[in-house]
C-alpha cells in the first residue's frame, strides 16, 4: 500500500492544507513531521474555512488518524484554539490523534524571546511569524528543551521549567532589558492548560511504523516549503526545521526506506512571507495585482504575502533536492483573467546561464522570463483536464516541461472538490486510492 510526502515546493503556503485534505480522503493516517504553529494550512470544509497550525489537515476525514510527530515544537495554547475551532465544525478528534512523547513543547518565553530576537536583527530582521519556532528549536539544541513526555510527569515537568525559566529571565532582562516572567504563573497556568493533551502522549514513531508494517496509507504533511529549510534553503532567511521529504525519517523516527512517494506542492505562481531573497518576486504595485487576485496575506501572521512568477529555477532545485514523482499546481484559477503571464525559465548569474535556483548566490541571481497569453476565461469549474482552455493547458505543460517533472493534479479553487487530475498515473496515491 503506498504512502506519500506532501512538500511544499516553494517557500510555503502553496495551498499544502487543501492538498492534504484532498488527499486524506483516501487515507488511514496523516502524520506531521516538522514545525509547529508557523505553518497555517487551510481547508475549506463544507463550505466553511479552518486553518490548522499544528494537527494534520487529515483530522477532517473522518476516522482519518493524526500524528504529531517527534520533529515537530508544540504550542498548546494555539492547539487549545485549533481544538475549539475543530469542535464548532463539530470534528471531535480525540481519540484519533497522537502527539509523540519526543516532540518539543514551546513556552510563552520562547515567543518572547522570538520576537525579541528577530528585533534586534535589525536591518537583517528575518521576519519570523513569532510563533516561538526558533527558540524552541534552540533549547532541543542546547539539549535543555521541554518534552511532551515531560507532561506526563509533574516534578520532572515543573524542575525543568524552573531552570529553564531562570535561563529565558537572565537573557529577558540582561539583554533585552525586558520584565522578567514569573515561575509560579507559568507554572500553573501551563500545567493547566496541557492537562488534556497529556492523554494524547505515546510513542508516534512505533505507531507510525505499525501502520506502515500493516501496509495501510500513509500521508505524510510537510509544513513551510522546501527553500525555507534550515539547510537548503535560503539561509538565514529560513525556518529551523527540515522541510523537505528527508526531515520524515527523524521527524517521525522511522526509516527512510519505507518511503514511497513525494509530492511537491507549487503554487501556479510564486509567493513569500518574511524577508530574504525572491528572484522572480514582482516588484512595486504591480504586485498587488496577484495578492489581490489570490488573496496573499499570511493564513497565520495576516501579513501581505510578497508575490512574484512562477520560477521554474526554484522548482528543478525542489524536485531534485526531494525527486518528486509529481507535482501539485494550485491556485491555477488566480491567473484567469490576465492578459500576459511570465514564466521565470532560468537566471543568468555573470553573464552566465544558471538552470537551477541557487540558494548560495540567491541575491546575484537575474531571472529570465518568458511571456505567455493568459486564457482570460474562469477554470474555478472545471473538473476534467480537456475542459481548461487551451491556454492554461498550454501553461501547464510549460510548467511540466521546464521543470522536468509531470503535474498529476491541479487546484482550481479553494474547496476540496475544486481538484482536476491532468496525470493521475503519476502518483501510485491516486492511482490505487
Ligand atoms: P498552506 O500553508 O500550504 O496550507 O497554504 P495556506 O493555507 O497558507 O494558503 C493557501 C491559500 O490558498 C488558502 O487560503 C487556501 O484556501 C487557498 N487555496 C488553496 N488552493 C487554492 C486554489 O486552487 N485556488 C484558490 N483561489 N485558492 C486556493
Ligand atoms: P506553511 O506551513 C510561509 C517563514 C516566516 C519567516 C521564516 C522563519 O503555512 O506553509 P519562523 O517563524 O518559522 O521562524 O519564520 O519562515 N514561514 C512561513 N512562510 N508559510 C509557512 O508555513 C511559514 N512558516 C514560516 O515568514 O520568513
Ligand atoms: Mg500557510
Avoid at 268 to 280: D, E, L, S
Avoid at 325 to 338: F, I, P
Avoid at 347 to 352: E, T
Amino acid at each position: 500500500m503506498p504512502n506519500l510526502v506532501v512538500v511544499g515546493a516553494q517557500w510555503g503556503d502553496e495551498g499544502k492544507g487543501k492538498v492534504v485534505d484532498h488527499l486524506a480522503q483516501s487515507a488511514d493516517m496523516v502524520v506531521r513531521y516538522q514545525g509547529g504553529p508557523n505553518a497555517g494550512h487551510t481547508v475549506c470544509f463544507r463550505g466553511r474555512e479552518i486553518i490548522l497550525h499544528q494537527i494534520p489537515s487529515g483530522i477532517l476525514t473522518p476516522g482519518v488518524k493524526a500524528v504529531i510527530g517527534c520533529g515537530c515544537v508544540i504550542d498548546p495554547y494555539t492547539l487549545a484554539e485549533e481544538s475549539a475551532a475543530l469542535r464548532r465544525l463539530k470534528i471531535s478528534y480525540g481519540r484519533r490523534l497522537l502527539i509523540d512523547s519526543r516532540a518539543h513543547m514551546i513556552l510563552p518565553y520562547h515567543r518572547m524571546l522570538d520576537t525579541l530576537q528577530d528585533k534586534q536583527r535589525g536591518k537583517r530582521r528575518i521576519g519570523t511569524t513569532g510563533r516561538g519556532i526558533g527558540p524552541a528549536y534552540q533549547d532541543k539544541l542546547a539539549r535543555v528543551g521541554i518534552r511532551a513526555a515531560d507532561l506526563l510527569h509533574e516534578d520532572i515537568f515543573m524542575d525543568k521549567l524552573r531552570r529553564n525559566v531562570a535561563a529565558a529571565n537572565f537573557v529577558l532582562m540582561d539583554r533585552y532589558k525586558a520584565d522578567p516572567i514569573s515561575f509560579k504563573s507559568l507554572a500553573e497556568d501551563y500545567w493547566k492548560v496541557t492537562r488534556p493533551l497529556a492523554r494524547m502522549v505515546g510513542d508516534g514513531s512505533a505507531v507510525v511504523e505499525q501502520e506502515l508494517k500493516k501496509g495501510t496509507r500513509v500521508l505524510f504533511e510537510g509544513a513551510q516549503g522546501v527553500h525555507l529549510d534550515l539547510d537548503l534553503g535560503t539561509y538565514p532567511y529560513v525556518t529551523t526545521s527540515s522541510t523537505g521529504a528527508w526531515g520524515v525519517g527523524p521527524g517521525v523516527g522511522i526509516s527512510p526506506l519505507w518511503l514511497e512517494q513525494v509530492v511537491g506542492v507549487a503554487k501556479a505562481y510564486t509567493t513569500r512571507v518574511g524577508m530574504g531573497p525572491f528572484p522572480a518576486e514582482i516588484e512595486g504595485s504591480e504586485s498587488e495585482v496577484l495578492r489581490k487576485l489570490g488573496a496573499e496575506y499570511g493564513a497565520t501572521t495576516g501579513r501581505p504575502r510578497r508575490c512574484g512568477w512562477f520560477d521554474a529555477g526554484l522548482l528543478r532545485a525542489s524536485v531534485r533536492y526531494n525527486r518528486f514523482t509529481a507535482l501539485v499546481v494550485t491556485k491555477l484559477d488566480v491567473l484567469d483573467s490576465l492578459e500576459e503571464i511570465k514564466v521565470c525559465t532560468g537566471y543568468s548569474l555573470n553573464g552566465r546561464r544558471v538552470r537551477e535556483f541557487d540558494a548560495a548566490h540567491a541575491v546575484e541571481l537575474e531571472p529570465q522570463y518568458i511571456t505567455m497569453r493568459g486564457w482570460r476565461q474562469p477554470t474555478g469549474s472545471c473538473r476534467k483536464y480537456r475542459e481548461l482552455p487551451l491556454g492554461a493547458r498550454r501553461y501547464l505543460r510549460k510548467i511540466e516541461e521546464l521543470v522536468g517533472c509531470p503535474i498529476a493534479l491541479i487546484s482550481v479553487g479553494s474547496d476540496r472538490t475544486q481538484m482536476v487530475e491532468m496525470k493521475p498515473g503519476a502518483l501510485k496515491w491516486l492511482k490505487s486510492g
